[in-house]
């Protein structure tokens, strides 16, 4: 995926409201996406997972969606917390072998 | 279970100083990688490991950067000498995936920050 340098997408939402934050992967061939979630001063955190022979995965609060046809990758938390202002970023690997490849980060900031 | 360690959280040096990164991984965790992440960019992969052994180093500036992890545990990350470009915070990360097996979870460490004057 690429950056967009210092200045990252922001998404604004009201607590309690659903989020939604998409990314586009870049590999068509890619069988393995990863979402991240960095707030500030630390290391990225595991959120969620999922496949390419699925494209639909729920977790606590979130829900991953893949639509291959478009390589775009969605994930969508309910309910949105003051906790949950971060920087999410999107990963893609192609199979074992390769190496996790970050795409965009993206700012999610909620207002109380 | 203890997450992974970094050391030091921050280091301002000046250009052409040299610096090193320490790293702790996950107890038992064969695989362990150091990333560059950039303001406002998402992490590049530098060097893995996998145990003492390097695994992919093709992104690492090998004139400039060393990494090592000897007993395949601990691995440090050396820059020598830093340019002013080298200012990032830098991640490492540990795994213990399953052979063959695309899936993975990497479990970051909070980086070290480093400002280079």
């Known amino acids: 995926g690429e950056s967009v340098g210092l200045h990252l997408p922001t998404l604004s939402v009201q607590e309690g409201d659903n989020s939604i934050i998409n990314c586009a992967y870049s590999?068509?061939?890619?069988?393995?996406f990863i979402w991240y979630k960095q707030e500030s001063g630390k290391g990225p955190q595991f959120i969620i997972d999922i496949r390419s022979n699925m494209d639909k995965r729920q977790g606590q609060r979130v829900t991953v969606l893949l639509n291959k046809t478009v390589k775009h990758l969605s994930l969508q938390i309910a309910a949105t917390q003051p906790g949950d202002s971060a920087v999410y970023f999107c990963a893609e690997k192609v199979d074992a072998n390769s190496k996790l490849t970050f795409g965009k980060g993206i700012t999610l900031s909620v207002r109380p | 279970e203890a997450g992974v360690a970094q050391s030091p959280r921050y280091k301002i040096i000046e250009k052409r100083q040299s610096v090193a990164f320490w790293c702790n991984p996950i107890?038992?965790?064969?695989?362990l990688y150091w990333y560059q992440q950039i303001l406002g960019q998402g992490p590049k992969l530098l060097i893995q490991f996998q145990n003492n052994g390097v695994v992919d180093d093709s992104q690492l500036p090998k004139d400039r950067f060393s990494a090592e992890r000897l007993k395949g545990v601990d691995s440090t990350l050396k820059i020598q000498p830093a340019k002013l470009e080298d200012s990032a915070v830098y991640l490492c990360?540990?795994?213990?995936?399953?052979?063959?097996?695309?899936?993975?979870?990497?479990?970051f460490g909070p980086g070290t920050r480093l400002l280079v004057l």
């Open positions: 107890s038992g965790h064969a695989t």
């Open positions: 990360a540990s795994s213990d995936p399953l052979a063959g097996w695309v899936q993975e979870t990497q479990y």
């Open positions: 590999n068509s061939a890619s069988d393995y």
